[in-house]
């Protein structure tokens, strides 16, 4: 089992910043991947910014050169350094982590969730 808690959303003005944190707790040795997601009013969930199963980073074209994810594994939390936020950006985000499960396979972990909302 893996727990997940998110912290940081909240109310900006565009081009403004800020910056998820996903704290992780639990069988952590069994995560192959980390990421972050996002659904915003009448879209689909979609990958923003994500951890590879090799430590490399991948990013939704539209938050490339705006967003950073970051790890810090002694504390065991994912970031999300969010900069130049565009009303777009408004979406709840979600902390993901995909794990190996014995006799199961791979399965993912969800956060709870957190709300950004980007006003002009």
């Known amino acids: 089992q893996v727990q997940l808690v998110e912290s940081g959303g909240g109310l900006v003005q565009a081009g403004g910043s800020l910056r998820l944190s996903c704290a992780v707790s639990g069988s952590i040795f069994s995560i192959k991947t980390m990421g972050w997601y996002r659904q915003g009013p009448g879209k689909q969930r979609e990958l923003v910014a994500g951890f590879t199963t090799d430590g490399s980073t991948k990013y939704a074209d539209s938050v490339k050169g705006r967003f950073t994810i970051s790890r810090d594994n002694a504390k065991n939390t994912v970031f999300l350094q969010m900069n130049s936020l565009k009303p777009e950006d408004t979406a709840v985000y979600y902390c993901?982590?995909?794990?190996?499960?014995?006799?199961?396979?791979?399965?993912?972990?969800w956060g709870q969730g957190t709300q950004v909302t980007v006003f002009s």
């Open positions: 993901n982590v995909v794990t190996m499960r014995y006799q199961v396979g791979l399965f993912p972990y």
